[in-house]
């Protein structure tokens, strides 16, 4: 017997506020079914009307299935039910019908928002504000829909209660083109009779620091837009919405409490001018006062397409240590982002407690706080009138391992604080485990360095006054970030942006997204190719198309903008930032952008196939071949090697298969050379090489250097922060060392994912976890792959696990002397292509490895095989 599990729409979970004309939808079968031989979608209004009915189809796809039925209606619910029918001895069997509560609901679709946007009166920066209106209710409630657009961060609550647990909606777009708009079940809230909805608004990415921190910016103050929309039992219908009957804060420019609230700068809270009463019913605040405003852009609002930012964890501290000053220190034992929870106890009003966040310590034992360049970062607390008070912060977030308190009331304990953790609410898909702890604490850091770093926008740092989402290090890192959490609502909601945020002056792909200052800059190699390399590898992870056909010109575009400004014979020169951050090994301007742009027309020829557009295929092969042409004539010596000899020269060359087969082997040899005798076994590589190393050295058939490039423990490499104490993965190399202390002040983040992008080589090689790459539609999404897991690096045992959009994936092995067990795992409706680990052969299997495995095998070292667990004893 088997289920059917996971049904999404949109890659979201039971969705409100879902606006997409022809939504897609998924799900996983998991069991006894190897494959299913039909399948069948139906789609009901909660009335029981059948908006779809796909009929039985024949096909094993259960990943991105358009809906095909009426004109999906605003404000409407419907349900969802899968039936299968499971392929059995050549056969349908018997009919599988989902049974998880399964639905989507539409928003407002093209009906327009009722309202305006509003906005409190305020005279100072980064302040806060409140706003407020009653209504009442006097019929039986049947549902209630709040309906939420905001510039800036906002609260919601109706009748003191908030509306969600979500933080920082409603997310940062592109704030000059669009703004999402989340919806709420508010049902259970209303109540009989008199009735408050109210927010609390802040300037968050709009109107914060961050906007304006590099010129440009969005807007000066925070705006909001709501429709509180009522269905009543009889069938009517009341909205409630922001207009100058809203009332708002008008005292000082501030919320009652929140005085001031920055994401760079932090939050001052004044708890004895809180007052909880203007959230509820019949308040009577003299200091309400009207205020109607337009947005400074031309805005679309959206619906919710990506995932909710939300507290995901709660760490205590592992240490608390009282400097001779009277400041406290807390360890949290994990470099981390979020807040800082504490409980006051024995208060007496007016009290101020101060609050650094910082990454490490000096040597002084104080919160090192120097890498945060112009970021204050700093929570500041005055108590109020109760004995006990609870306190986090709101509308801001830190990048810390440890903070220090001034004037703490008594003693400080662990029961008195704790680290709030937040980030994209992602469901985790992905582990690696193997028997060497130090490469397991080096996975841990880029699990961590994700979850700081993935705070609705895939940023670069979470600390100093930055935290962009700048676009190389998303694309180098998101092929692991794509293991290790479904990350398709989030990335597709970045990519949006990416697309409507193109730079002004050249129409390409700006360095990072979203950008409030688009007017300056120009595209610039590895960073701009974002625009193609992430939509790929929606594509690959994830089967999706449609980013690849919607934005196919924008990808045309940055290569033909590159090659009509070429300087001369297709030789390109626009990079902006070279091979960030190398170890002493750079690599030219010009070489490094004419291979990378060789290697991207080579993947947008791919990705031209998949959209078949034959035309642009044939255009886009003929200029590869006149780009490649160009390279070899100014890149290569007479003896078919590379005249750049940087790692990161060699490695893109090889990487993207530029070479004539004649120079591959006198290329590898210098590589090798290279990193084995010129830098004694290390790396050398920046932002850019550093992704190609590992999965370059697998292709040349040098895993005995790409695993011990892995156990290096000497800097520089991946494992010299861990043996440092790192908790996540680091900016530099060298960050921190014990001989040196901390690198460059001015730009030293120990919270900086890039280079963890290594993490790819631990599923896809350790372990052998493969997607297809090929320009075919009917293999994505790990439709077919491949597992292949190569041993090695004294490594005596490696697992990962991996949740695709089929199912679970798994590959584990042990090495027991001569003896190699290897366990596996193929979820329903794919196909996995296994190969031996060279010079292994098998000896015994599971019984099911034995009947589907080793006759296909018959002395070779490949095989096909289909959904089951899977174990097999291999010899030397």
């Given at each position: 017997?088997?289920?059917?599990?996971?049904?999404?729409?949109?890659?979201?979970?039971?969705?409100?506020?879902?606006?997409?004309?022809?939504?897609?939808?998924?799900?996983?079968?998991?069991?006894?079914?190897?494959?299913?031989?039909?399948?069948?979608?139906?789609?009901?209004?909660?009335?029981?009307?059948?908006?779809?009915?796909?009929?039985?189809?024949?096909?094993?796809?259960?990943?991105?299935?358009?809906?095909?039925?009426?004109?999906?209606?605003?404000?409407?619910?419907?349900?969802?039910?899968?039936?299968?029918?499971?392929?059995?001895?050549?056969?349908?069997?018997?009919?599988?019908?989902?049974?998880?509560?399964?639905?989507?609901?539409?928003?407002?679709?093209?009906?327009?928002?009722?309202?305006?946007?509003?906005?409190?009166?305020?005279?100072?920066?980064?302040?806060?504000?409140?706003?407020?209106?009653?209504?009442?209710?006097?019929?039986?409630?049947?549902?209630?829909?709040?309906?939420?657009?905001?510039?800036?961060?906002?609260?919601?609550?109706?009748?003191?209660?908030?509306?969600?647990?979500?933080?920082?909606?409603?997310?940062?777009?592109?704030?000059?083109?669009?703004?999402?708009?989340?919806?709420?079940?508010?049902t259970s809230l209303i109540a009989n009779g008199d009735n408050c909805v109210g927010?609390?608004?802040?300037?968050?990415?709009?109107?914060?620091?961050?906007?304006?921190?590099?010129?440009?910016?969005?807007?000066?103050?925070?705006?909001?837009?709501?429709?509180?929309?009522?269905?009543?039992?009889?069938?009517?219908?009341?909205?409630?919405?922001?207009?100058?009957?809203?009332?708002?804060?008008?005292?000082?420019?501030?919320?009652?409490?929140?005085?001031?609230?920055?994401?760079?700068?932090?939050?001052?809270?004044?708890?004895?001018?809180?007052?909880?009463?203007?959230?509820?019913?019949?308040?009577?605040?003299?200091?309400?006062?009207?205020?109607?405003?337009?947005?400074?852009?031309?805005?679309?609002?959206?619906?919710?397409?990506?995932?909710?930012?939300?507290?995901?964890?709660?760490?205590?501290?592992?240490?608390?240590?009282?400097?001779?000053?009277?400041?406290?220190?807390?360890?949290?034992?994990?470099?981390?982002?979020?807040?800082?929870?504490?409980?006051?106890?024995?208060?007496?009003?007016?009290?101020?407690?101060?609050?650094?966040?910082?990454?490490?310590?000096?040597?002084?034992?104080?919160?090192?706080?120097?890498?945060?360049?112009?970021?204050?970062?700093?929570?500041?607390?005055?108590?109020?009138?109760?004995?006990?008070?609870?306190?986090?912060?709101?509308?801001?977030?830190?990048?810390?391992?440890?903070?220090?308190?001034?004037?703490?009331?008594?003693?400080?304990?662990?029961?008195?604080?704790?680290?709030?953790?937040?980030?994209?609410?992602?469901?985790?898909?992905?582990?690696?485990?193997?028997?060497?702890?130090?490469?397991?604490?080096?996975?841990?850091?880029?699990?961590?360095g994700q979850r700081g770093n993935f705070i609705d926008i895939p940023t670069d740092?979470?600390?100093?006054?930055?935290?962009?989402?700048?676009?190389?290090?998303?694309?180098?890192?998101?092929?692991?970030?794509?293991?290790?959490?479904?990350?398709?609502?989030?990335?597709?909601?970045?990519?949006?942006?990416?697309?409507?945020?193109?730079?002004?002056?050249?129409?390409?792909?700006?360095?990072?997204?979203?950008?409030?200052?688009?007017?300056?800059?120009?595209?610039?190699?590895?960073?701009?190719?974002?625009?193609?390399?992430?939509?790929?590898?929606?594509?690959?992870?994830?089967?999706?198309?449609?980013?690849?056909?919607?934005?196919?010109?924008?990808?045309?575009?940055?290569?033909?903008?590159?090659?009509?400004?070429?300087?001369?014979?297709?030789?390109?020169?626009?990079?902006?930032?070279?091979?960030?951050?190398?170890?002493?090994?750079?690599?030219?301007?010009?070489?490094?952008?004419?291979?990378?742009?060789?290697?991207?027309?080579?993947?947008?020829?791919?990705?031209?196939?998949?959209?078949?557009?034959?035309?642009?295929?044939?255009?886009?092969?003929?200029?590869?071949?006149?780009?490649?042409?160009?390279?070899?004539?100014?890149?290569?010596?007479?003896?078919?090697?590379?005249?750049?000899?940087?790692?990161?020269?060699?490695?893109?060359?090889?990487?993207?298969?530029?070479?004539?087969?004649?120079?591959?082997?006198?290329?590898?040899?210098?590589?090798?050379?290279?990193?084995?005798?010129?830098?004694?076994?290390?790396?050398?590589?920046?932002?850019?090489?550093?992704?190609?190393?590992?999965?370059?050295?697998?292709?040349?058939?040098?895993?005995?250097?790409?695993?011990?490039?892995?156990?290096?423990?000497?800097?520089?490499?991946?494992?010299?922060?861990?043996?440092?104490?790192?908790?996540?993965?680091?900016?530099?190399?060298?960050?921190?060392?014990?001989?040196?202390?901390?690198?460059?002040?001015?730009?030293?983040?120990?919270?900086?994912?890039?280079?963890?992008?290594?993490?790819?080589?631990?599923?896809?090689?350790?372990?052998?976890?493969?997607?297809?790459?090929?320009?075919?539609?009917?293999?994505?999404?790990?439709?077919?792959?491949?597992?292949?897991?190569?041993?090695?690096?004294?490594?005596?045992?490696?697992?990962?696990?991996?949740?695709?959009?089929?199912?679970?994936?798994?590959?584990?092995?042990?090495?027991?002397?001569?003896?190699?067990?290897?366990?596996?795992?193929?979820?329903?409706?794919?196909?996995?292509?296994?190969?031996?680990?060279?010079?292994?052969?098998?000896?015994?299997?599971?019984?099911?490895?034995?009947?589907?495995?080793?006759?296909?095998?018959?002395?070779?070292?490949?095989?096909?095989?289909?959904?089951?667990?899977?174990?097999?004893?291999?010899?030397?």
């Amino acid at each position: 017997m088997f289920t059917i599990y996971d049904i999404k729409t949109e890659y979201l979970t039971n969705p409100l506020g879902m606006d997409e004309a022809k939504p897609r939808f998924s799900y996983k079968l998991k069991g006894d079914c190897e494959k299913q031989a039909e399948r069948r979608i139906i789609i009901k209004t909660t009335d029981g009307s059948i908006a779809w009915d796909s009929g039985f189809v024949a096909s094993s796809d259960s990943i991105q299935i358009f809906y095909g039925g009426e004109t999906l209606k605003p404000f409407t619910r419907y349900n969802i039910t899968i039936e299968v029918k499971p392929l059995i001895d050549g056969k349908s069997g018997n009919i599988v019908t989902s049974t998880e509560e399964a639905y989507f609901e539409t928003g407002l679709i093209d009906t327009p928002w009722q309202g305006e946007w509003i906005a409190y009166k305020n005279s100072k920066d980064f302040s806060t504000g409140n706003l407020r209106k009653e209504f009442s209710v006097t019929k039986p409630v049947a549902t209630a829909r709040l309906y939420v657009a905001c510039l800036g961060f906002y609260a919601g609550y109706i009748n003191g209660k908030r509306t969600d647990d979500a933080s920082f909606a409603p997310g940062w777009t592109d704030y000059f083109t669009r703004v999402q708009y989340q919806a709420y079940d508010v049902t259970s809230l209303i109540a009989n009779g008199d009735n408050c909805v109210g927010f609390t608004i802040a300037p968050g990415w709009y109107s914060g620091a961050i906007s304006y921190i590099w010129g440009g910016g969005y807007g000066r103050k925070p705006l909001i837009k709501a429709n509180l929309r009522i269905v009543y039992e009889d069938g009517s219908v009341e909205t409630i919405v922001t207009d100058e009957n809203f009332l708002m804060s008008n005292t000082d420019g501030c919320s009652d409490a929140i005085r001031f609230s920055d994401i760079y700068h932090g939050e001052v809270f004044e708890a004895w001018r809180e007052d909880t009463n203007w959230k509820l019913p019949n308040f009577k605040g003299e200091q309400w006062k009207p205020r109607i405003v337009k947005p400074d852009t031309n805005l679309t609002i959206v619906w919710q397409r990506g995932a909710f930012v939300r507290h995901m964890l709660s760490v205590k501290p592992v240490s608390i240590t009282k400097r001779n000053n009277g400041t406290w220190v807390v360890d949290f034992g994990q470099n981390l982002v979020g807040r800082e929870r504490f409980i006051l106890r024995n208060t007496t009003t007016g009290q101020t407690i101060h609050i650094k966040h910082g990454e490490m310590l000096r040597a002084d034992g104080s919160v090192y706080t120097d890498n945060l360049r112009s970021a204050s970062a700093t929570t500041t607390y005055t108590t109020g009138t109760h004995e006990i008070e609870i306190y986090e912060p709101e509308f801001t977030f830190y990048g810390f391992r440890y903070i220090e308190i001034s004037n703490w009331l008594g003693e400080l304990t662990a029961d008195d604080i704790s680290a709030e953790v937040i980030y994209s609410d992602l469901a985790t898909t992905g582990s690696f485990e193997c028997s060497n702890e130090l490469i397991n604490k080096l996975y841990s850091n880029i699990v961590w360095g994700q979850r700081g770093n993935f705070i609705d926008i895939p940023t670069d740092c979470p600390q100093r006054d930055e935290r962009k989402g700048w676009t190389a290090d998303t694309q180098v890192f998101m092929n692991v970030a794509t293991y290790n959490m479904f990350a398709a609502e989030f990335y597709r909601k970045w990519i949006e942006d990416l697309n409507s945020n193109l730079l002004v002056e050249c129409g390409c792909f700006a360095n990072f997204c979203p950008d409030p200052n688009p007017h300056t800059a120009e595209g610039s190699t590895a960073w701009a190719d974002a625009g193609i390399i992430c939509p790929w590898l929606m594509f690959v992870k994830y089967g999706d198309t449609e980013l690849l056909k919607k934005y196919y010109h924008n990808m045309a575009h940055w290569i033909d903008w590159q090659i009509e400004h070429a300087k001369g014979n297709l030789i390109v020169d626009n990079t902006a930032f070279g091979d960030w951050l190398n170890a002493n090994d750079p690599i030219s301007k010009p070489y490094l952008c004419t291979s990378y742009m060789a290697g991207m027309i080579k993947l947008l020829i791919k990705i031209a196939k998949i959209n078949g557009d034959d035309a642009e295929v044939a255009m886009r092969t003929e200029l590869l071949d006149r780009v490649l042409a160009e390279f070899h004539k100014t890149f290569l010596r007479e003896d078919g090697g590379l005249k750049e000899q940087s790692q990161t020269a060699m490695l893109i060359a090889l990487y993207f298969d530029l070479l004539p087969e004649s120079s591959v082997s006198v290329v590898t040899a210098d590589l090798i050379d290279s990193i084995v005798n010129k830098r004694g076994m290390h790396l050398s590589t920046g932002f850019v090489g550093t992704p190609l190393l590992l999965p370059t050295l697998t292709k040349l058939g040098r895993n005995d250097v790409a695993y011990a490039l892995l156990n290096q423990t000497t800097y520089p490499s991946w494992l010299y922060p861990v043996t440092q104490g790192a908790t996540t993965m680091w900016e530099r190399w060298d960050s921190w060392s014990h001989e040196k202390g901390f690198g460059d002040v001015n730009m030293n983040s120990f919270n900086h994912y890039a280079y963890g992008a290594v993490g790819e080589w631990f599923f896809e090689t350790i372990c052998g976890i493969q997607p297809s790459l090929e320009a075919d539609a009917t293999k994505a999404a790990f439709k077919e792959f491949t597992l292949a897991p190569i041993p090695g690096g004294e490594l005596t045992y490696a697992k990962a696990a991996y949740e695709s959009m089929y199912g679970e994936i798994r590959s584990g092995w042990k090495l027991d002397g001569d003896t190699l067990v290897w366990n596996f795992a193929i979820p329903a409706n794919t196909t996995a292509h296994i190969t031996l680990p060279q010079g292994w052969t098998i000896t015994d299997g599971s019984a099911n490895a034995k009947q589907k495995l080793s006759a296909l095998f018959s002395g070779e070292v490949k095989a096909t095989a289909t959904a089951g667990e899977y174990e097999l004893t291999l010899k030397k």
